[in-house]
T-cell receptor, first 115, second 113 residues
Framework: DAGVTQSPTHLIKTRGQQVTLRCSPI?????VSWYQQVLGQGPQFIFQ???????GRGNFPDRFSARQFPNYSSELNVNALLLGDSALYLC??????????????FGSGTRLTVV | GNSVTQMEGPVTLSEEAFLTINCTYT??????LFWYVQYPGEGLQLLLK?????DKGSNKGFEATYRKETTSFHLEKGSVQVSDSAVYFC????????????FGSGTKLNVKP
Protein backbone atom coordinates (compact mmCIF):
# COMPACT_ATOMS: atom_id res chain seq x y z
CA ASP A 1 0.00 0.00 0.00
CA ALA A 2 1.18 3.53 -0.75
CA GLY A 3 2.17 5.65 2.22
CA VAL A 4 1.46 9.33 2.66
CA THR A 5 2.52 11.08 -0.52
CA GLN A 6 3.42 14.73 -0.76
CA SER A 7 4.08 16.88 -3.80
CA PRO A 8 6.19 18.49 -4.93
CA THR A 9 9.26 17.19 -3.11
CA HIS A 10 11.19 20.41 -3.56
CA LEU A 11 10.37 23.89 -4.77
CA ILE A 12 11.87 27.34 -4.78
CA LYS A 13 9.75 30.48 -4.54
CA THR A 14 10.41 34.19 -4.37
CA ARG A 15 9.42 36.39 -1.45
CA GLY A 16 5.84 37.62 -1.79
CA GLN A 17 4.72 34.71 -3.94
CA GLN A 18 2.10 32.15 -3.05
CA VAL A 19 2.61 28.39 -2.82
CA THR A 20 0.37 25.31 -2.68
CA LEU A 21 1.55 22.04 -1.22
CA ARG A 22 -0.34 18.80 -1.66
CA CYS A 23 -0.81 15.69 0.45
CA SER A 24 -2.49 12.36 -0.28
CA PRO A 25 -3.19 10.32 2.86
CA ILE A 26 -2.99 6.58 3.21
CA UNK A 27 -6.08 4.92 1.81
CA UNK A 28 -8.79 4.87 4.47
CA UNK A 29 -7.23 7.64 6.54
CA UNK A 30 -9.63 10.53 7.06
CA UNK A 31 -7.49 12.85 9.16
CA VAL A 32 -4.65 14.96 7.75
CA SER A 33 -2.31 17.17 9.77
CA TRP A 34 0.32 19.64 8.56
CA TYR A 35 3.60 20.51 10.26
CA GLN A 36 6.39 22.97 9.55
CA GLN A 37 9.95 21.87 10.30
CA VAL A 38 12.53 24.62 10.14
CA LEU A 39 16.10 23.40 9.69
CA GLY A 40 17.55 22.22 12.98
CA GLN A 41 14.24 22.30 14.84
CA GLY A 42 11.40 19.95 15.59
CA PRO A 43 8.16 20.00 13.58
CA GLN A 44 5.51 22.52 14.62
CA PHE A 45 1.80 21.86 14.21
CA ILE A 46 0.01 24.02 11.64
CA PHE A 47 -3.41 22.44 10.94
CA GLN A 48 -5.46 19.30 11.34
CA UNK A 49 -8.40 18.39 9.12
CA UNK A 50 -10.85 15.57 9.67
CA UNK A 51 -13.76 14.75 7.41
CA UNK A 52 -13.07 17.94 5.46
CA UNK A 53 -13.40 20.21 8.50
CA UNK A 54 -10.65 22.07 10.35
CA UNK A 55 -10.22 20.45 13.77
CA GLY A 56 -7.07 22.10 14.99
CA ARG A 57 -4.90 25.10 14.27
CA GLY A 58 -1.44 25.98 15.49
CA ASN A 59 0.09 29.37 16.14
CA PHE A 60 0.64 30.44 12.54
CA PRO A 61 -0.41 33.65 10.78
CA ASP A 62 -3.44 33.88 8.52
CA ARG A 63 -1.14 33.68 5.51
CA PHE A 64 -1.32 29.93 6.11
CA SER A 65 -4.50 28.15 5.08
CA ALA A 66 -5.50 24.63 4.19
CA ARG A 67 -8.39 22.54 3.00
CA GLN A 68 -9.35 18.92 2.67
CA PHE A 69 -11.15 17.44 -0.29
CA PRO A 70 -13.88 14.75 -0.49
CA ASN A 71 -11.21 12.12 -1.25
CA TYR A 72 -9.42 13.22 1.99
CA SER A 73 -6.41 14.66 0.19
CA SER A 74 -5.32 18.06 1.41
CA GLU A 75 -3.66 21.26 0.28
CA LEU A 76 -1.66 23.73 2.34
CA ASN A 77 -1.48 27.26 0.97
CA VAL A 78 0.92 29.94 2.05
CA ASN A 79 0.49 33.50 0.79
CA ALA A 80 2.93 36.41 0.75
CA LEU A 81 5.92 34.16 1.34
CA LEU A 82 8.66 35.31 3.70
CA LEU A 83 12.23 34.06 3.93
CA GLY A 84 11.31 32.55 7.29
CA ASP A 85 8.77 30.27 5.62
CA SER A 86 11.66 28.23 4.22
CA ALA A 87 11.24 24.81 5.81
CA LEU A 88 10.30 21.18 5.34
CA TYR A 89 6.51 20.87 5.34
CA LEU A 90 5.28 17.53 6.60
CA CYS A 91 1.90 15.96 6.22
CA UNK A 92 0.64 13.20 8.51
CA UNK A 93 -2.48 11.11 8.12
CA UNK A 94 -4.36 8.89 10.51
CA UNK A 95 -7.48 6.75 10.49
CA UNK A 96 -9.39 8.02 13.47
CA UNK A 97 -9.56 11.56 14.74
CA UNK A 98 -9.49 10.66 18.40
CA UNK A 99 -7.39 7.52 18.60
CA UNK A 100 -3.93 8.31 19.87
CA UNK A 101 -1.22 7.51 17.38
CA UNK A 102 -3.47 5.10 15.54
CA UNK A 103 -1.74 4.66 12.22
CA UNK A 104 -0.36 8.21 12.49
CA UNK A 105 2.02 8.26 9.52
CA PHE A 106 4.19 11.03 8.12
CA GLY A 107 5.04 11.71 4.51
CA SER A 108 8.56 12.56 3.37
CA GLY A 109 7.73 16.23 3.14
CA THR A 110 8.03 19.13 0.74
CA ARG A 111 11.20 21.19 1.01
CA LEU A 112 10.27 24.85 0.39
CA THR A 113 13.00 27.41 -0.16
CA VAL A 114 12.06 31.09 -0.30
CA VAL A 115 14.62 33.39 -1.91
CA GLY B 1 0.98 24.66 27.94
CA ASN B 2 2.52 21.63 26.33
CA SER B 3 6.23 21.44 25.57
CA VAL B 4 9.03 18.93 25.15
CA THR B 5 12.69 19.43 26.03
CA GLN B 6 15.36 17.04 24.87
CA MET B 7 19.10 17.03 25.19
CA GLU B 8 21.05 18.94 22.63
CA GLY B 9 23.26 17.12 20.21
CA PRO B 10 25.04 16.00 18.39
CA VAL B 11 25.73 12.84 20.31
CA THR B 12 28.68 10.90 18.94
CA LEU B 13 29.19 7.28 19.99
CA SER B 14 31.25 4.35 18.89
CA GLU B 15 29.47 1.28 17.58
CA GLU B 16 28.15 -1.00 20.37
CA ALA B 17 28.15 1.83 22.93
CA PHE B 18 25.18 2.49 25.23
CA LEU B 19 22.82 5.28 24.21
CA THR B 20 20.71 7.59 26.34
CA ILE B 21 18.86 10.60 24.96
CA ASN B 22 17.07 12.57 27.65
CA CYS B 23 13.55 13.90 27.18
CA THR B 24 11.34 15.77 29.65
CA TYR B 25 7.93 17.22 29.06
CA THR B 26 5.44 19.75 30.40
CA UNK B 27 1.78 19.03 29.90
CA UNK B 28 -1.65 19.21 31.44
CA UNK B 29 -2.62 15.76 32.60
CA UNK B 30 -0.96 12.64 31.25
CA UNK B 31 -0.40 12.80 27.51
CA UNK B 32 0.83 9.99 25.30
CA LEU B 33 4.57 10.11 24.59
CA PHE B 34 6.49 9.17 21.46
CA TRP B 35 9.93 8.89 19.97
CA TYR B 36 10.31 9.52 16.25
CA VAL B 37 13.41 9.05 14.08
CA GLN B 38 14.31 11.04 10.98
CA TYR B 39 16.91 9.82 8.51
CA PRO B 40 18.54 12.32 6.13
CA GLY B 41 16.14 13.55 3.47
CA GLU B 42 13.20 11.64 4.87
CA GLY B 43 10.10 12.25 6.94
CA LEU B 44 9.48 11.08 10.48
CA GLN B 45 9.15 7.43 11.43
CA LEU B 46 7.53 6.31 14.65
CA LEU B 47 10.10 4.48 16.77
CA LEU B 48 8.09 3.75 19.91
CA LYS B 49 5.32 5.09 22.09
CA UNK B 50 3.79 4.88 25.57
CA UNK B 51 0.25 5.91 26.37
CA UNK B 52 0.17 5.86 30.18
CA UNK B 53 2.43 6.18 33.19
CA UNK B 54 4.94 3.36 33.76
CA ASP B 55 4.39 2.01 30.25
CA LYS B 56 7.55 0.96 28.44
CA GLY B 57 7.70 1.42 24.69
CA SER B 58 10.22 -0.66 22.78
CA ASN B 59 11.23 -1.28 19.18
CA LYS B 60 14.40 -2.37 17.35
CA GLY B 61 16.36 -2.52 20.61
CA PHE B 62 15.30 0.98 21.69
CA GLU B 63 13.35 1.47 24.91
CA ALA B 64 11.74 4.34 26.80
CA THR B 65 9.68 4.34 30.00
CA TYR B 66 6.93 6.86 30.76
CA ARG B 67 7.85 8.36 34.15
CA LYS B 68 5.14 10.69 35.43
CA GLU B 69 6.95 11.49 38.70
CA THR B 70 9.89 12.96 36.78
CA THR B 71 7.88 13.88 33.64
CA SER B 72 10.46 12.10 31.54
CA PHE B 73 10.64 9.68 28.62
CA HIS B 74 14.34 8.97 28.08
CA LEU B 75 15.37 6.92 25.05
CA GLU B 76 17.90 4.10 25.59
CA LYS B 77 19.61 1.44 23.54
CA GLY B 78 22.14 -1.03 24.84
CA SER B 79 24.33 -1.31 21.77
CA VAL B 80 24.10 1.20 18.93
CA GLN B 81 24.95 0.50 15.31
CA VAL B 82 26.16 2.76 12.55
CA SER B 83 22.72 2.41 10.95
CA ASP B 84 21.18 4.12 14.01
CA SER B 85 22.74 7.42 12.96
CA ALA B 86 19.81 9.81 12.56
CA VAL B 87 17.94 12.60 14.31
CA TYR B 88 15.67 11.52 17.16
CA PHE B 89 12.61 13.52 18.24
CA CYS B 90 10.67 13.18 21.46
CA UNK B 91 7.00 14.18 21.19
CA UNK B 92 3.72 14.25 23.07
CA UNK B 93 0.16 14.34 21.80
CA UNK B 94 -2.35 16.92 22.94
CA UNK B 95 -4.92 15.56 25.41
CA UNK B 96 -7.79 17.25 23.59
CA UNK B 97 -6.64 16.66 20.02
CA UNK B 98 -4.75 13.42 19.66
CA UNK B 99 -3.65 14.36 16.17
CA UNK B 100 -1.79 17.44 17.44
CA UNK B 101 1.76 16.63 18.39
CA UNK B 102 4.36 18.72 20.20
CA PHE B 103 7.95 17.90 19.30
CA GLY B 104 11.28 18.53 20.94
CA SER B 105 14.05 20.15 18.93
CA GLY B 106 15.68 16.85 18.04
CA THR B 107 18.95 15.14 18.95
CA LYS B 108 21.34 14.12 16.22
CA LEU B 109 23.09 10.82 16.81
CA ASN B 110 26.32 9.96 15.02
CA VAL B 111 27.60 6.41 15.43
CA LYS B 112 31.16 5.73 14.32
CA PRO B 113 32.38 2.27 13.28
Amino acid sequence: DAGVTQSPTHLIKTRGQQVTLRCSPISGHKSVSWYQQVLGQGPQFIFQYYEKEERGRGNFPDRFSARQFPNYSSELNVNALLLGDSALYLCASSYLRDKVGYGYTFGSGTRLTVV
Amino acid sequence: GNSVTQMEGPVTLSEEAFLTINCTYTATGYPSLFWYVQYPGEGLQLLLKATKADDKGSNKGFEATYRKETTSFHLEKGSVQVSDSAVYFCALSDLYNFNKFYFGSGTKLNVKP
